[in-house]
């Protein structure tokens, strides 16, 4: 068999839409205030994907994994996107919970964040605790809550493979 590149892959992939749920980490931020959801939904909507499923949580455990849980189950969606809640300060959970119940990791976003992320801010990018993996079939990404460390997230490592990993996460 022949062994396919990258680019064949995003080819055979297509440029469809893709299913994503939203998930902002916060005390404070509500629906309003949302600067991310905000960002996301007009940005992955101009590109014709669809948001089944937001919320916004504390960053209390078993909220995290009753949100991962839930967004999992639901049929189309391939993506979760949280936003914040990785720090590294005591009552930043979501890393933790995250990470616990991933199935299969992707090392490759965080490193490749926190690259992105110092070329911006210095070394202050390595107090992210940024992951990402597969979690029931659904690909899951957690990243800072900063609408910039979002934005560098989504433009510069997500949108550019969004269908490629949708794909790779349900193909036999």
């Given amino acids: 068999m022949m062994n396919k590149g990258a680019d064949d892959h995003r080819e055979f992939a297509g440029h469809g839409p893709v299913t994503l749920a939203l998930v902002t980490v916060s005390d404070t931020r509500t629906m309003e205030t949302d600067t991310n959801y905000h960002y996301l939904q007009g940005r992955l909507s101009a590109l014709g994907h669809s948001i089944a499923a937001y919320r916004i949580i504390k960053d209390e455990p078993d909220q995290v994994a009753a949100a991962l849980e839930e967004y999992a189950s639901l049929p189309d969606v391939r993506l979760i996107l949280f936003n914040g809640g990785t720090g590294i300060s005591p009552r930043d959970t979501t890393y933790d919970v995250v990470s616990r119940m991933l199935e299969k ?55 550019p493979e969004i269908n490629h990993l949708a794909w790779e996460v349900v193909r036999k």
């Fill in 105 to 159: 990791t992707l090392p490759g976003f965080g490193e490749l964040f926190r690259m992105l992320s110092y070329e911006e801010v210095g070394a202050a990018a390595m107090l992210s605790r940024a992951t990402a993996g597969v979690y029931k079939n659904t690909l899951v990404f957690s990243m800072p809550g900063s609408p910039n460390a979002v934005q560098t997230a989504v433009e510069k490592l997500i949108l």
